[in-house]
């Protein structure tokens, strides 16, 4: 029997456990709808019911995006059909035509062209934004409009074709309507308007450029060599001249794209990366051993689908949106497509996997890029969006506005040092870095230094009546923490601040009263935050404190001198700037400096360890 996880999860648990009996057991599509009737969700399944029942079991763990989606459902419909194919079919058409609210689809591209070749009797080429059903061919979109120029001059100069708006009819043209243009004189078309070309000869030229906008130039370059031949034999060198000119067009065109290998023929390239909101997918398109186009686009995630999934919508939507001849697709991994559909290969090496790596770096690259747009776009937005992401998944109340990071240097628990770095909005404030002598802490002990800096600071931001930050970060684990806490505690600002720990070995997340750490995702941009916070913090103290070593090197040699203290040491280098100038300083020099008496300690001092040196 089919049991709800709870009626809390959905209000209408009857209803929905006697729909799910009433289920098949077939591949088709399974529709949710809510209580007012509007389209929530498609899915596709090999098996109805198992899928949708799967929404609904008590030992089902759910994301919170689907909880919410089951919490909604009201109806549900099915489809049955014949195969996971046909599903995958249906499923896609119902998305585009229902467009359901929890269903990821690609990002609409109108800004990207298309080259159209129109359905008429002498069809016209041109770069359009828009794709109308009318019958007409469309090739791209083409994300680089420079490749997009450089192909249309290719097309205008090897092939002649009109590229007039005129109403080319055989009674028009019978009529004579129509006059031709400078394009006839300049031999870039042959005026089909005054009757100069017949339909099936214009024809005969559009099937050849469909060739080339598909990337066939090996079967191109054949037929025109061939056709030069012929124009040669028959003694006609104009036009066997005319012919070799467009062969060499075209191949140096082909010659400017990656050769990968002549034995790759027809097949795309598919890689996907992907962070909390979105999927960033590529395709390239390799044909005869050379890539001839590569897009991108991004996908927004609904319910927290993963690469697989995001990936498989990414496949079949491009490989039908651009018309693609191949079958067979390399992928980065196993996809949820039907085995009669493509044939997947997932490469371990060889120009296969060269070419999926190249594939993930255009990935890497669009999603940097959707990434700096956002930042340029609106800086603000994008650094509220950080931040609401960091306190969800850190389980806050607050959004951290300002985080203040510490971490702890010493070398063998000489000159213990600490530092304090902070973020505003997600932004370092330098102007609010702190730097921290330990002052009570004996030898090399990171949980008592921790314990002190945290206490003087908070201690000191309390008697000056200054705002507390959201989030304090600290750079060790468990007893480290352990140790901030503590501080806290005496100041009883505990529960006024929350925070956390990170780590280093594995990047766990530890918070107070929890010996279990939290794991965030290794692509989370909260994650990132929080080790852009730690590693500002490990930079700035171990700046600080090879300061101070060295300054305590320096001050080690002087008062070794018995009778030198550190003020006098302090006169000296302040006189001076550096031993080595001391070592050289006459009696004199010294004198004027620190007094006879200690002047001729010092005199005496190095002039000894010289003359052990010799």
């Not at 394009?183 to 009757?195: E, H, L, S, T, V």
């Not at 017949?198 to 099937?207: G, P």
């Not at 960091?390 to 530092?419: H, W």
Request: net charge positive.
């Amino acid at each position: 029997m089919i049991r709800l996880i709870d009626v809390t999860v959905n209000k209408h648990a009857d209803r929905i456990e006697a729909l799910l009996k009433t289920l098949p057991e077939t591949p088709g599509v399974y529709q949710y709808f809510d209580e007012k009737g509007d389209i929530l969700y498609v899915g596709k399944a090999k098996n109805i019911k198992k899928r949708v029942s799967s929404y609904f079991r008590q030992d089902q763990l759910l994301s919170p995006k689907i909880r919410m989606l089951v919490k909604k459902i009201y109806d549900i419909r099915y489809i049955i059909v014949n195969s996971e194919f046909d599903a995958l079919l249906l499923e896609n058409n119902l998305i585009k035509k229902l467009q359901p609210r929890y269903n990821s689809m690609l990002k609409d591209d109108k800004t990207y062209p298309w080259v159209c070749i129109t359905n008429e009797p002498f069809p016209r080429i041109f770069q359009t934004r828009k794709r109308i059903s009318n019958g007409s061919i469309y090739f791209g979109p083409y994300p680089s409009l420079r490749v997009l120029k450089e192909l249309q001059e290719l097309i205008r100069k090897v092939f002649r074709y009109r590229t007039c708006n005129l109403n080319l009819t055989k009674e028009s043209i019978s009529k004579h309507k129509f006059q031709s243009c400078i394009c006839y004189q300049i031999k870039r078309c042959n005026a089909p308007c005054i009757g100069n070309e017949t339909q099936s000869d214009y024809r005969k030229t559009v099937l050849q450029l469909e060739k080339v906008l598909r990337g066939d130039f090996a079967d191109m370059v054949q037929t025109l060599k061939s056709e030069m031949m012929l124009h040669a034999g028959q003694l006609e060198f104009e036009k066997a001249q005319e012919v070799k000119e467009k062969i060499m067009l075209l191949e140096q065109y082909k010659s400017r794209s990656m050769v990968v290998s002549t034995n790759i023929k027809d097949i795309d390239v598919y890689s996907i990366i992907s962070d909390e909101k979105s999927a960033y997918v590529n395709m390239m398109r390799i044909k005869n051993g050379g890539i001839i186009y590569s897009y991108n686009t991004e996908i927004q995630k609904k319910l927290d689908e993963n690469d697989e999934e995001m990936l498989t919508l990414a496949v079949h939507e491009l490989h039908e949106k651009v018309e693609s001849t191949a079958n067979e697709i390399i992928v980065p991994f196993k996809l949820q497509l039907p085995e009669s559909y493509l044939k997947q290969t997932i490469p371990l090496k060889g120009d296969k996997k060269k070419l999926l790596e190249l594939s993930e770096r255009n990935s890497k690259f669009y999603r940097l890029e959707k990434q700096k747009q956002s930042l340029l776009a609106d800086p603000e937005r994008h650094s509220k969006r950080l931040l609401q992401t960091l306190m969800k998944d850190l389980k806050m109340q607050v959004l951290p506005e300002r985080i203040e990071c510490f971490d702890n240097s010493n070398t063998q628990g000489n000159y213990p040092v600490a530092s304090m770095v902070c973020f505003i909005n997600g932004k370092p404030a330098k102007k609010e870095y702190r730097h921290f002598n330990i002052k009570t802490v004996v030898g090399p002990n990171d949980f008592a230094s921790m314990e002190e800096i945290i206490y003087r600071r908070y201690k000191r931001m309390l008697e000056e009546d200054k705002p507390l930050p959201q989030l304090i970060v600290i750079d060790g684990g468990k007893g480290q923490l352990s140790s901030a806490v503590k501080s806290l505690m005496k100041l009883g600002i505990l529960g006024r601040v929350n925070i956390i720990s990170i780590a280093k070995r594995l990047e766990e997340i530890y918070l107070p009263g929890d010996s279990i750490p939290l794991y965030l995702d290794k692509k989370s941009e909260s994650l990132k935050i929080i080790q852009q916070l730690r590693d500002e913090a490990h930079r700035f103290g171990i700046t600080h404190h090879r300061k101070r070593r060295s300054k305590g090197t320096i001050f080690t040699t002087l008062t070794d001198i018995k009778g030198i203290g550190e003020t006098t040491a302090r006169d000296l280098l302040l006189k001076f700037s550096s031993v080595k100038n001391i070592k050289r300083a006459s009696l004199e020099e010294l004198e004027e400096c620190i007094g006879k008496a200690k002047a001729q300690t010092v005199y005496d001092f190095f002039a000894a360890e010289k003359e052990a040196g010799d």
